[in-house]
C-alpha cells in the first residue's frame, strides 16, 4: 500500500483520486476501506484548498459541478433513477433530498454543507 501524505500537487490529486476510484467500494473495517476514508479526507482537504466553491445555492453548485465534470441531467438520474425528480430539482420546482445530497457531494466531489444551504424554490 502507498503512503498517503497531504495532497499538493494536481498529480499527486490525479493518483489519489484515481486510487480512491479503484477501491471506494472496499469492505469496512478492511485496510482497503481504512485507505478509501484517508484518502476521501485528503483530497476533500486538497479540493477545498483548490476550489473555495461561490457563494451561490446549492442547484447552481451542482451545475457548476456537473460542467466541470462533463455531466448532463441524464448522468444525474442514471445515479439517482428518477429523470423526473432530477429535472424538478435542477429546474428548482422541487427541493434537494437528502438521499441527493448525500449522492451529489459524493458523485460531484461537493461538501456536503454546501448544498444543504436554504434556496427558493420557483
Known amino acids: 500500500m ?3 501524505f497531504l495532497i ?4 499527486e490529486y490525479h493518483e489519489a ?9 472496499a469492505e469496512e473495517g478492511s485496510s482497503a476501506y481504512k485507505e478509501m476514508l ?3 479526507f485528503l483530497i476533500n482537504q486538497y479540493e477545498k484548498k483548490q476550489w473555495s ?4 445555492d446549492p442547484i447552481e453548485i451542482i451545475k457548476i459541478r456537473m460542467e466541470d ?3 448532463k441531467p441524464a448522468d444525474l438520474a442514471k445515479e439517482y433513477g428518477d429523470k423526473g425528480t432530477i429535472s424538478k430539482v435542477l429546474n428548482y420546482k422541487q427541493p434537494l433530498s437528502l ?3 448525500r449522492l451529489f457531494s459524493k458523485l460531484l ?14
Not at 466553491?53 to 451561490?56: I, K, M, Q, R
Open 8 to 11: 499538493e500537487t494536481e498529480k
Open 2 to 4: 502507498k503512503q498517503w
Open 38 to 40: 484517508l484518502l476521501a
Open 109 to 122: 466531489r461537493i461538501p456536503a454543507d454546501a448544498l444543504t444551504k436554504e434556496y427558493h424554490l420557483q
Open 53 to 56: 466553491l461561490p457563494d451561490v
Open 99 to 101: 438521499t441527493m445530497i
Open 17 to 25: 483520486t484515481q486510487r480512491f476510484e479503484e477501491i471506494y467500494t
Open 69 to 71: 465534470f462533463g455531466y
